[in-house]
């Protein structure tokens, strides 16, 4: 009784910031119309319900995601592009201020550079054939071997257990200790590669103008391209819908997907050849730099240019963080941007200064690090506010053991997603194909590689004592025609016998109904 | 004369009685008062003079030659033309095939004459009340008709279940069995009912409180303030008092009344009471049946009691003195052997066991409650062969057997009766009295009614039936009817377009080539200037032009020149407007200069390359990329086919050409393609390919209770994955349809969950609740 008496002060659910249930937001309520069926009705209903709720339960779960992004603030009159990797690292505690560190390797630079998916590790491949791999935040090397070739490209696979290596003449599989798993000789002058994780496809650019698509996780090659447009040095992937970017040297940039033999889209960016491309995490932006020293926003949703800057020294390199910071080098200097797209940009956010001209570059996942592989070795340096402060403990785990990723592999290839599901639009899949009867018979035969329906043509059957003469031949021919014809004549009338008839019974029935007696109805049988 | 005119008379009966059977049943109680009143006119014209008589039947005569002039020309009845010679003396003419005997001509003789004994004039007059019974239905017929109650009893029967199936259709969940426990907290008692004290110490604070009478169970009350809950108020209690003591008089006074009747020694009125006894029980048990079930049952019971004790006892089997003696007496008595077989005929009925089941009582209750199911009448059996023997027409007495045999298919509360009646007869063995025959009319009256109640009500459905069929056509007609409109409306409206877009499309092409020039002159330019960014601006004002010369044109029929102009402005400037603000580019300091070491071959190559192409920069690029789009475009748009064939139909040869309606003709336009997803956009190129890989994993006909696309769509487009959703969310949104306990078995569902979801359903209306509980 003296619980009941008490009132809650706060009555009902606690109430959720509106921001927070907007960025959940799933669908837009559909629309009634006015008459429905109850079925329908309940369905429509039901669905919506489950969305709010689901949306609703999502924002209120976001108090779980604790960990805030901030940036870096210089005092007043202050640049924070001025600040040097030096004080930012004694600034900060020691973790993290041990994330800034060079690896001098002069030898065989200059290095391309690749993290993991989870952010832990990383790989480094010279273009003089020096591979390395390492656990770069507790600096652990798991393997370094020397390839004996030029190294083009390289490439974590789904797990930091495997990597791809594109060298001289073939591509090559190595795993985390360096022992070489596969030499795969279908692919060949890979210049490029980028990995599609959640389809398990790697994709790979050639000097030779191809891109081709290889399933890592049964093996095989999915699909194979000549794009018809020279050496394909650059490449990208939009995260958002595992489309492939390619530039080329005539300043387009196409965008492809493994179901379609042409490119998707192809966009005019630059006057000169186009030195990179980036797209960002949810799909919506793609930066591009080309030989005319211009770095470009565009919104890669809509195909249109939003913003443009002038670089006097052009960009070699660009990626993009999580949280959308974009870096690009410009000779041996590393610059990195703030809000690109969203406002005018004038100067970077931050700069860094390598020995040696930057050769790859690359954002650490979940951490605020970009990694720069140069001339002369790698540098990892500090940008506050690059990386996503909460992981995803399920899809990417900086933290998890080898039991845990052994677990999350076989989930992951259990939810592995087909290539033909790949599309500009990765909601097109639950979208109702409208295409006609026609067209999607069409799509069938391309598919099986004949016609299932098609009736198969009459051969006349070969005859002796000179039945079989060409004129013969072609009466019985006729013949067959003839009585085809006829059969589809027949089958007509009958049908339109059975359709006055139906008509003729309902004309009687109504009269019946309507018992309305004319004159002449005395006439009748 | 006389004899004339009674032979119009009787035809006209004639005529009325055959009009009787013609008519349907609905008449027949007004044609039955009808005779009545005949008959009194009968009697009045015997009391009163003949000439009055004669006066009528002229007046008759009359009436009926005027109304035959109006009406149809009746066919005269064949009459002999020869005289008659000999005249009865009781003014019947037998010789006649017209005049029949009646019975009426009967009685009125034999009211007058004192020689007949009152008993004969009385059974006469009985005979006359008594109606002519309606000729049985086929057994077809009676057998559609039983199968059509029954059917209507089933359709009410299941219809009963239609709201729970649409309910359990429309449930989100449904938990199997019914009747599970609900889980969740249970209330207190329960609990502690279930809970036994099992350690010393509990055991013994129990014993305390049991002691001490203290509550165990219920918490709250202890026995004595739940007796002290449970009395009565001092009003209930007076009026349960008065009612006892009323009870208790009535109680005493009948047992007075039944010491008293006991002692009286007149065997005939205890036979008198008892028959009435019997009869005020049958009657009360046919109420009882109806009123109350149990009861009934219970009655039933005893009388199945009664049917042991029969077999058990000896006493109808000829085993008692009266009886041996009897056996002695049979060899040379005819009517002692008849004693002696009426009594075990008494014993074989008494102990024949009831043909219904005790255990089906309910579907007999229904039975007795519904006189629809089996209207009498169907059963009455064809016993009168000679319907027109008036004789035979008045049933005076049934074979009692035969009334068994009726009732047996009837029911069980009939047949009951009927064997009680059977004992009744076997007590008393009194021929037909007076009041029975009256009730055998009523019996036959009320059967009557019945009849004529499911007629009307047979009736009555098929009109309506009828009337929905034809509204249906009604409506079917008007439906057609609008469609039709719609129809012509749609083709008119058709027939506009397509004038209108043919009077357009000469302008239209006219345009189209203009824009195409247009491009050329701007690619040429642009080549010489040398600037993509004004390019861009100017290939999409152009391209917007372009589309927008076209819809004014499909709209307006005249597209000034200066309009045009105006329009392209204008969208020029909107254009201005959203290019400066993405198009301008910004200059962007670079702090720390880039310092390129020569020293790198690798570096330097490629510097080369980029010098090299630096300075060839945007010099074809451009116009290769817009070449490129228009061909694209090109393959998309729609060819004119020319297929005419010279020489086909006229003259040909070198010099001569198809003429121009021909070519006109023969000209194949194919409908242009649609728009191009890059049409707005100058600088893109958008494959139009379908992607048909994604096609076999799409939905492509609509799903059942969708109207259009877009409602299924938005009921797929929320993820259900443990991906996007909390633990929670999922279980909710993925719980399964029917749950069922393992290892339970699954009952039917009873009757009672009827109610039970009629009562829950009243309670809670919301159909949509997560959860359906039973």
Known sequence: ?525 | MAKVSKAKMSKKVFKKSSEVTVNSTALKPEVVYDDDDDLKGADEEIISEEEDGEDERKRQHLLEAISALGGKRRKALGERSEAAVQMSEFMVNAEDESERVELSDLIQIIEKTSTVPAKTKKQLKNLQRSKTIECPLSKQESERIQRDVAFQKAATDISRWKSIISQNQRAEQLMFPLNQEPSGPKPMERVVTGWKAQTPLEQEIFALLSANKQPINDPILTPIEQASMRAMSLEEAKVRRAELQKARALQSYYEAQARREKKIKSKKFHKVQNKAKRKEFLKQFDEMVKTDPAAALEELNKMEVARMQERMSLKHQNSGKWAKSRAIMAKYNEGARKAMQQQLEVNKHLTQKLVTSLNGDDEEEEEAGDPELLPDFVNDAEQDLDSSNPWMRGRLSEDPTEEEANSDTVGLTTEQSGGMEYIAEEEEKVEETEDNVILREFDSRRKLRQALETDTAVEMSVDEEEEEESKAAAEDGYASDKEEERLCEFTNLFHEIVEGQSRVEGAGDAGRTDTSTQLEAEVIRIRTLGSVELLTQDNSATDKVHVESQKPLSTENLPSTTQKAGKSRKRKKKIQLKEVLTKETKVMKVLLAPTIEASEELEEKLDQRGLIKEAFAGDDVISEFLKDKRKQEDVGTSKILDLTLPGWGEWGGTGLKPSRSKRRRFRVKNAPPPPRKDQHLPSVIISEKRNSFISLHQVNSLPFPFENHTQFESTIRSPLGRTWNTERTVKKITKPKVVTQLGTIIEPMAQEELVKVKVSAGKNSCVDSLKIKY
């Not at chain 1, 309940?42 to 669905?47: A, G, L, Q, V, W």
């Not at chain 1, 960990?67 to 592009?81: I, N």
């Not at chain 1, 006609?436 to 299932?452: C, I, K, M, N, S």
């Open chain 1, 1 to 525: 009784s003296m619980a009941a008496s008490k009132s809650d002060p706060f009555p009902g659910p606690a109430p959720i910031p509106k921001e927070r249930v907007q960025k959940f937001k799933r669908k837009d309520k559909a629309k009634k119309p006015r008459h429905q069926h109850f079925k329908l009705r309940d369905m429509m209903k039901r669905s919506d319900e489950a969305s709010e709720m689901s949306q609703k339960q999502a924002a209120r779960f976001d108090l779980l995601l604790p960990e805030d992004a901030g940036f870096l603030e210089g005092d007043e009159d202050e640049d924070t592009c001025t600040i040097s990797q030096e004080d930012i690292a004694e600034a900060v505690d020691i973790t993290s201020g041990a994330k800034y560190f060079n690896l001098k390797l002069s030898q065989f630079g200059p290095y391309r550079v690749d993290y993991s998916k989870t952010g832990r590790h990383l790989l480094l491949g010279g273009r003089r054939g020096h591979v390395a791999c390492i656990d770069w935040q507790s600096k652990h090397l798991m393997c370094e071997i020397n390839v004996m070739e030029s190294v083009n490209d390289v490439k974590w696979l789904h797990s930091e257990a495997m990597y791809a290596v594109a060298q001289k003449k073939w591509l090559y599989i190595y795993d985390s200790n360096g022992i070489e798993l596969h030499c795969i000789r279908k692919f060949n002058d890979v210049l490029r590669m980028q990995f599609l994780p959640y389809h398990f496809l790697l994709a790979t650019a050639s000097a030779t103008s191809f891109l081709q698509y290889l399933d890592v996780s049964v093996g095989k090659e999915v699909a194979a391209f000549c794009t018809k447009t020279g050496r394909l040095d650059v490449m990208c992937q939009n995260p958002h819908n595992a489309i492939i970017h390619l530039g080329h040297p005539n300043g387009t940039v196409t965008l492809w997907s493994p179901n379609q033999k042409e490119a998707l889209v192809k966009m005019l960016c630059h006057q000169g050849g186009v030195r990179s491309v980036t797209v960002d995490k949810t799909g919506m932006y793609m930066v591009t730099s080309g030989l005319d020293k211009k770095l470009k926003v565009y919104d890669i949703r809509a195909f249109k240019p939003l913003k443009s800057y002038f670089l006097p020294a052009g960009a070699s390199c660009l990626s993009l963080s999580q949280r959308g910071l974009l870096s690009a080098a410009t000779g041996d200097v590393v610059q990195v941007y703030r809000d690109v797209w969203s406002a005018p940009v004038t100067k970077p956010y931050m700069a860094h200064r390598v020995r040696g001209s930057v050769w790859g570059l690359h954002f650490c996942p979940f951490e605020d690090v970009l990694g720069v592989g140069h001339g002369d070795g790698f540098t990892s340096m500090l940008v506050p506010g690059a990386g996503e402060p909460n992981f995803d403990g399920l899809d990417a785990n900086p933290y998890r053991s080898a039991k845990q990723r052994q677990e999350w592999e076989v989930k992951a290839l259990l939810e592995k997603i087909q290539p033909e599901l790949i599309s500009l639009d990765p909601t097109e899949l639950g979208y109702v194909d409208r295409a006609t009867f026609e067209q999607r018979h069409r799509d069938r035969v391309q598919a099986l590689g004949y016609d299932p329906l098609a009736k198969e043509k009459f051969v006349p059957k070969y005859k002796k004592k000179g039945r079989s003469s060409a004129g013969a031949v072609e009466r019985r021919k006729k013949q067959v025609a003839h009585e085809d014809q006829r059969d589809e004549i027949r089958k007509t009338v009958e049908d339109k016998m059975k359709m006055e008839k139906e008509i003729k019974e309902r004309a009687q029935k109504k009269a019946a109904l309507s018992n309305q007696k004319s004159a002449l109805d005395r006439f009748k049988k």
